[in-house]
């Protein structure tokens, strides 16, 4: 059954960007297109009611910044929440990563916690917890993909995971001691007050296929970046962006717009984290195996790298790789004397071990460069980091959400 919607998973994905022909790719996308239109609706509709005050969204005390986009994945969100945690959390913040988990699998029981004073917490007001910043105590299975990564990734910084994220907010700050909540993935999370909304726009595809869900890969129409403080321009390449910033400048006058690339820096094995350096890579023979948006970026960058990608292996996004999977791909690139296996950081969290590693397995571990406007990005990260007393009437004088 899980193959099957997977199989789904991605013909609906071959429909969505053309790949897919014949005559039930065209009805798809006709009934798609039909659906497009009231999602437009909806989504204009559920805005109103926040905007209005219909709808009241929750005010925590904090500092409250959400990371988001417009579009369906590919943007590389989650090495930037990890850039401004780090900055945040060099400069003395309490900083604490609030995600949803997508595809994470509920916990068998809820974690025990007890309060500053010993009782413990109900279990309707815990979260799941994947790092308190000191101490990693979930697994990708029950984090999440992306949760799991930041909280290996961040010494010091604190990731819940839940639906709920005024609930998750709410226990950073009273129980791990957070004065600032990164909402990951936040832009369309509308509960919890953004205090900054920075919006990442994918410099090769910035509105996806101009289209919104179900027909094309637009979350929201591309005039909702007016909800923007800041715009990362992600993914550039060096060349000039001043048209693509004109057209953004058409939905949003104000918002500061910074340009930064996606790069690697270096290879790292997934199971014993030796480290390589890029060149590494220069002339290797390796098979690729993913399971993310966007598998063709990932394999073109090791063609850049001068890797020569002689196997390919796709999955649908966040598919948890079984060990049947792994030693199947192993046993290929074995046949066809293949040197590395190269997955990405994301897939690296949920690879298990090959019942024979025969070949080395690393990933390539990506991190983000500031191209234009690191002014900008420093006076983001001093204006968020103000001194404490700033924000002490605040705090006392918070309505606090209770679950």
């Avoid at 409250?64 to 590389?76: D, S």
């Avoid at 990005?377 to 605040?394: G, H, K, N």
Wanted: some cysteine.
């Amino acid at each position: 059954m899980k193959e099957l919607l997977e199989e789904l998973e991605r013909w609906g994905a071959d429909v969505i960007f053309g790949h897919a022909k014949g005559f039930r790719a065209s009805l798809a996308r006709f009934l798609m297109w039909t659906l497009s239109g009231i999602f437009r609706i909806l989504v204009q509709l559920r805005l109103w009611r926040y905007r209005s005050g219909w709808k009241p969204q929750h005010h925590l005390g904090c500092q409250v910044v959400a990371i988001g986009n417009i579009t369906v994945g590919g943007t590389g969100k989650t090495p930037v929440v990890e850039l401004l945690a780090r900055s945040l959390r060099d400069q003395g913040r309490s900083v604490a990563i609030l995600s949803r988990g997508y595809k994470s699998r509920k916990l068998d029981r809820p974690q025990r916690w007890r309060d500053a004073k010993g009782r413990p917490i109900p279990a309707e007001r815990m979260p799941k917890v994947v790092s308190t910043g000191e101490a990693l105590l979930l697994d990708s299975k029950f984090a999440g993909d992306e949760p799991f990564m930041l909280a290996r990734n961040l010494d010091g910084v604190s990731v819940v995971v839940d639906k709920n994220r005024v609930k998750g907010g709410l226990f950073a700050i009273e129980h791990l001691a957070a004065n600032t909540l990164l909402l990951d993935d936040g832009m369309q999370y509308l509960d919890l007050a953004h205090g900054i909304d920075i919006v990442l726009v994918d410099a090769g595809s910035p509105f996806g296929t101009g289209s919104l869900l179900p027909r094309g890969t637009l979350r929201e129409p591309p005039k909702n970046l007016r909800r923007a403080s800041y715009i990362l321009l992600t993914k550039c390449d060096g060349s000039s962006n001043d048209e693509l910033i004109a057209r953004i400048r058409r939905y949003n006058k104000t918002a500061e717009i910074i340009e930064c690339a996606h790069g690697p820096i270096h290879l790292e094995n997934v199971f014993t984290r030796e480290r390589q350096p890029l060149d590494f890579l220069k002339d290797k023979w390796v098979g690729a195996i993913s399971a993310i948006a966007v598998p063709e970026a990932f394999e073109g960058s090791l063609q850049q790298l001068g890797a020569r990608v002689e196997i390919r292996r796709r999955f649908s996004d966040h598919h948890r790789f079984t060990r049947k999977d792994v030693d199947k791909f192993m046993q290929r690139c074995v046949e066809r004397d293949m040197q590395l296996i190269l997955t990405t950081e994301k897939d690296a969290v949920r690879f298990p071990r090959p019942s024979s590693m025969d070949v080395p397995v690393f990933f390539l571990r990506i991190e983000v460069e500031i191209l234009k406007g690191l002014e900008i990005w420093d006076d983001l990260i001093r204006r968020l980091c103000q001194p404490e007393p700033a924000f002490e009437s605040v705090l006392r004088n918070r309505h606090a959400y209770r679950i």
